[in-house]
């Protein structure tokens, strides 16, 4: 590989001040359709037919727009606005710009597609339309931080083949008589082969875009922050998490597929922009600074979620996301520190809440005793810790594979014996497949958490009182993972899943602390199952599968745990939002949710292997490699220890 | 400074046999307290698997393994917790952790703190852990890596990884260290240092068995070497003995077609060092 050498200068060869003003003339243009009617009907999801009155995707417009003229002006040196780009790399601009051109594209589009053609779309429509296309193309006109040459690479020459094959096997298709019975085979064979020439090209696609562009990274000494009064930077740590609150806030009560849709196309260049702007490497240098006032906000930003609603119906998403997050911390302990890699884990949810139900005072348990709430929950944590100890216990004198394809029988076994005792072919315990049905709401300490109550004058409902309840487990399994993950025992797993041969040799006994991380994973899958059990009213076997379109499930906990960042806080718990919130909101592409959501995880995971929020190990690990010639001056110490 | 007492670690017979391959065969050796002693033989005469069967990775197949009078258990955590603590041939560090987070690691089995502990956090916890990082501190400070304290372990240069070994494997307050070839593939002024940190950890009174195959390193350092070939100990000794030994220059460089005149002194046995 060559070394690679950068430059500034822009893609499309215009004078950089007329660059800049075109790019802001999109910009405004873009966000000034936010207040004119793109189409004539109402038909559209949002009616987006007033002017003067933004509405759903006119918001995302809107503030792409505004974004992007920040980000822009920040750039040039505006004064004022020069803390928005401290990195100061034009890049920043075009990713802005990006997102700018994929809301207004897909807005137009899925207008164009959904009322049958262009004509539906109103004069600020086109605005907007015109708008995205200028501010990306004034945005190639900056001068950006680009390699010098990016060599063109061509996937495997025999995939073009498939490329004739399509439409062969399209008119094979058409060709066969419907009623013969090979007929659905070769129509899925026609799906399958459409898709994977789509995918081809859209990768070679990317390559030609890729050796065009050539936008590479520059490194520019950031300069030192401006010394603020601490309260400016507690208050802009405030600010920050205020905006990610009402960021995940839109995000989750988008009340249409479409509008979510666009919340991600215009979510996915903005964090890139503000990455390559350097204002997240800003306000991670301030959380650090002040890590209680970080926490703090981001407990009290998520606390104050249900006050932001006006019914129960995304606040019980939002516990249910809360749910799965909390297991896929769990889970995060298992696989991220103590890389065990656990197909099954679901069934410690299970476990977690079907002990709840049976000792909640459900009429249809056969044990007729009701457990107070926190004796319920130790119960339930309890039980879950020693099924965790009796499945590890054999199967974690396994290592890698095996223990995976162990764990995964595992965690059928736990489904089948829950179907089973049902009184016909085993005990009566959990009713079969009926599960145990009626769990009465919890009540603490005189506190009825089944009827809406009023605090500060807003209402909060049922789902309301069991988020707020299930924030604090949260909590509390944060501040576990936080503190056994930084200690002896938590370096003792990092240790073993470094190279177990070598940890033995240090003194750790592998065993047992493999045990214990199984142990504590369990323990807290079981807490966070004892409030399932009281928040969904009936726990039933299929809930806890292995896969499933829907979370949680155990496929969907480890993709949570990779997709967020191994080893981390913050990682789980944004995939596991991203995981629950994306397959929900795909419900409107029916058939092909499923096809939806594994592009969109391939996608993610092309983009970001180490994880939306990787731990710095991962990320060094993950992206050293991709640099190998860099004449950093540091001694190569693997090639020599490969010698 | 030799075996006056009872030596610090005793083998005996020690067999191991992989099914019809014997590996190492009835192999005994001592160890005295302050002693550093190499182990040196071609390449494949079961050095390595003589550290393994001692460092409890192998069970021998025969022999018994005591240490400070007491017979060591085969499993690895147990043997290190009784004093012995070991580096590897080929530099199995923790990668992705610290420089410090390694040395923590090998503190592990001095120190107590359980998780209820480091979920409560009470003033143990931190006291324990306050010990530790000055301990490993320490440690790093006399390896020579202190201001690399906070360096992923796998960006260290390959000499100082080999130091990190060390400093991990001492941070378990060994008795008794096995360095497995620890200048293997390091140049002369690394192999020096190398040297000096080995006489350095001497004088703190820990007992080193060394296999190494770098000749002037061995005879430098060691009050004895023991030969290995084909997994046989054929000879014991202080250098003189071990140059002139007829056996080890026909494991080295093979045996002589005639009467072969008597080996040149000293240089003979060199021989492989010349090989690197």
């Known amino acids: 590989m060559t070394t690679t050498t950068t430059e500034t200068t822009p893609v499309i ?49 809107l503030a792409a727009g505004l974004l992007t003229l920040v980000v822009l002006l920040g750039s040039q040196g505006v004064p004022g606005l020069r803390w928005a780009t401290p990195a100061g790399s034009n890049n920043a601009v075009l990713y802005a710009a990006t ?23 109103e004069p600020g429509g086109w605005v907007l339309a015109a708008g995205g296309l200028i ?21 495997d020459k025999r995939l073009f083949l498939l490329v004739p094959a399509a439409p062969l096997v399209w008119f094979g298709t058409h060709a066969i008589p419907e009623d013969k019975p090979v007929a659905p085979v070769l129509t899925a064979l026609a799906g399958g082969v459409a898709i994977a020439t789509g995918a081809v090209l859209l990768v070679q696609l990317g390559h030609l875009a890729n050796t065009w562009l050539r936008l590479g990274k520059i490194e520019r000494p950031l300069d030192a922050p401006r010394a603020l009064p601490s309260w400016v930077e507690v208050l802009v740590i405030i600010v920050a998490f205020g905006l990610g609150l009402f960021a995940i806030t839109f995000g989750i009560d988008t009340e249409y597929g479409e509008l979510f849709i666009g919340c991600l196309l215009f979510a996915g260049p903005t964090l890139a922009a503000l990455t390559k702007s350097g204002l997240i490497a800003r306000l991670r240098a301030l959380t650090v600074k002040h890590r209680p006032v970080t926490t703090g906000a981001a407990f009290a930003a998520a606390a104050s979620f249900p006050f932001t609603q006006s019914s129960d119906q995304y606040t019980s998403v939002a516990t249910n996301i809360l749910i799965f997050a909390t297991v896929a911390l769990g889970l995060n302990i298992v696989v991220g520190l103590a890389g065990l890699l656990d197909l099954g884990y679901v069934a410690f949810l299970g476990v977690g809440a079907y002990s709840a139900a049976l000792v909640s005072g459900s009429p249809a348990s056969p044990i007729h005793v009701q457990f107070p709430f926190w004796a319920a929950m130790l119960t339930g944590a309890a039980v879950s810790m020693i099924f965790g100890v009796i499945i590890g216990a054999p199967t974690l004198r396994l290592r890698g594979d095996y223990l995976a394809i162990v764990t995964l029988g595992f965690g059928e076994i736990f489904r089948i014996t829950m179907l089973n005792l049902n009184g016909t072919t085993g005990p009566k315990v959990t009713n079969g497949s009926n599960g145990i049905p009626r769990i009465p709401d919890l009540e603490i300490f005189g506190f009825d958490l089944g009827k809406p109550h009023t605090v500060a004058g807003i209402e909060l409902g049922r789902f309301s009182n069991y988020y707020l309840l299930m924030l604090l487990v949260t909590a509390v399994v944060v501040l576990i993972f ?25 003194g750790i006994n592998g065993f047992r602390l493999k045990l214990l991380a199984f142990a504590l994973g369990a323990c807290l899958a079981g807490l966070a199952g004892t409030v399932q059990a009281h928040v969904s009213y009936t726990v039933t076997p299929d809930q806890y599968t292995f896969a499933e379109a829907l979370p949680p499930n155990s ?85 020599k220890a490969g010698a | 400074m030799t075996t006056t007492a009872a030596p610090l670690l005793e083998v005996t017979g020690v067999t191991m046999r992989f099914g019809g391959l014997t590996a190492v065969n009835d192999v005994s050796l001592t160890v005295g307290e302050g002693e550093i002693i190499g182990l040196i033989g071609p390449n494949g005469a079961g050095k390595t698997t003589f550290f393994n069967c001692l460092t409890g990775l192998y069970v ?14 085969p499993k690895p955590h147990l043997v290190t917790q009784a004093g012995i603590a070991r580096t590897f041939q080929n530099i199995r560090l923790f990668a992705n952790m610290t420089v410090l987070e390694n040395v923590l690691v090998g503190r592990h089995t001095r120190t107590k703190e359980g998780i209820f502990s480091a979920i409560l956090r009470g003033p143990g916890y931190h006291r324990a852990e306050a010990e530790s990082r000055a301990k490993a501190m320490e440690l790093l400070e006399f390896t020579g890596l202190a201001d690399k304290a906070e360096h992923l372990a796998r960006n260290l240069p390959y000499g100082e990884q080999r130091k990190l070994e060390i400093a991990r494997a001492l941070a378990s307050d060994p008795g008794l260290l096995l360095l497995d070839e620890p200048t293997a593939g390091m140049n002369p002024q690394e192999t020096r240092a190398a040297e000096e940190l080995v006489f350095a950890i001497r004088d703190k009174g820990i007992s080193i068995l060394v296999i190494e195959h770098d000749m002037r390193f061995i005879f430098n350092l060691c009050d004895r070497t023991a030969v290995l070939v084909q997994g046989q100990k054929i000879v014991e000794g202080d250098r003189e003995t071990v140059q002139n030994d007829e056996r080890v220059i026909t494991a080295y460089l093979g045996a002589p077609l005639e009467e072969a005149a008597p080996a040149a002194e000293g240089t003979t046995p060199a021989a492989p060092e010349d090989t690197k």
């Open chain 1, 13 to 61: 060869p215009l004078p950089a001040r007329a660059a800049a003003a075109l790019t802001g003339l999109g910009a405004l243009a873009t966000a000034a359709s936010a207040a004119m009617a793109w189409t004539w009907t109402s038909d559209f999801p949002g009616d987006l037919t007033f002017y003067g009155s933004p509405a759903g995707l006119q918001w995302l417009a």
């Open chain 1, 99 to 121: 997102g700018t051109l994929a809301v207004s594209v897909y807005s137009v589009a899925s207008i164009a597609v959904e009322l049958d053609g262009l004509v539906n779309l």
């Open chain 1, 135 to 155: 501010t990306v193309l004034g945005a190639l006109g900056l001068p950006l931080d680009r390699r010098t040459a990016v060599p063109l690479r061509i996937v």
């Open chain 1, 482 to 506: 936080a503190r056994v993950g930084n200690s002896r025992i938590g370096r003792a797993w990092v240790a073993i899943r470094e190279d177990e041969t070598a940890a033995e040799a240090m």
């Open chain 1, 555 to 639: 496929a969907f906990l480890l993709a949570a745990v990779i997709l967020g960042g191994m080893g981390t806080i913050s990682g789980p718990l944004a995939g596991a939002t991203l995981l629950f919130l994306i397959p929900k909101k795909l419900e409107f592409l029916a058939d092909y949710q499923l096809l939806a959501f594994g592009a969109a995880l391939i996608v993610l995971m092309r983009v970001r292997p180490e994880g939306l929020i990787p731990n710095r190990r991962q990320q060094l690990e993950f992206h050293e490699a991709a640099i190998p010639a860099q004449p950093t001056g540091e001694p190569t110490a693997l090639t």
């Open chain 2, 60 to 73: 021998p197949t025969e022999g018994t393994v005591r240490y400070r009078d007491v017979q060591l258990p």
